[in-house]
């Protein structure tokens, strides 16, 4: 394994997955890995209160808001050192990152991230050098709008892939509307799954996996699914984390 890997992780200022980027950094720390954060303007983030505390979710609290695991492992990335002082977009330089994870996140406050012309025009340097590239619900949204400038399409046009499904996304709606509104449509005009598919070259590179509903774990993931293609890493959910996280560490240990 090389030595002194670098491994970035770019968030939105508030509202990105607790679970989806506090596991992977603490499973990428534990190994040895070392991890940079960056935000819109360089200051410390926030995840998303409600998965965190489950405050609005009714009914669905348990099943929806992040597990004991991810609170834990956020309350420790909260406070390490690296987390406390990020890049801000427009001083990353992507040559000096071995890899990049995009985590996902679906409170309105994640937009300016999915939206990002910087992160958009970076990312294209993690696939043309072949360095390894990890995404997870809407992180992969972020993916499919970056748009490779030797071909004018996404980089993932020729790539399989999976990202937040279209049922899960409206089932999340549906059961917590009553409640919450909108809060699970980040673009209540089209879905996560919808847009990644029309930036692909075919709708079979998505990939869809088992059916979600229960949670992987480190020691039985049976539960989740990932896919990996070439470089490339994705999921769905929170329910998929341990998936990739593990396989997407695997491939940085080839390094």
Sequence with gaps: MKKNTKILIPIPSYGFDPSETAIPWKLLSQNDFKVFFATPKGKKANGDSIMLTGKGLGIWRKLLKAGKDATLAY????????????L????????????IFLPGGHDKGVQEYLESPILQSIIPHFFTSGKFVGAICHGVLLLARSVNPHTNKSVLYDYKTTSLLKFQEKT?????????????????????EDEVISMLKDKN???????PIFRDKPHNLKHGFSV????????????????????????LKSL
């Design 75 to 86: 309350k420790e990335m909260y406070s390490s050192e690296n987390y406390c002082k990020p």
């Design 172 to 192: 999340a709606y549906y059961l917590t509307k009553f409640w919450l509104g909108d809060y699970y449509l980040t673009y209540p005009e089209t879905t996560v």
């Design 88 to 99: 801000s977009y427009k001083n990353i330089d992507p040559n000096e990152f071995d890899a």
């Design 205 to 211: 590179q998505f990939l869809h996996g088992n059916f």
């Design 228 to 251: 990996k293609d070439r470089n490339y890493h994705s999921a769905r959910w929170p329910g998929d984390i341990y998936n990739l996280s593990f396989s997407f560490i695997q491939s």
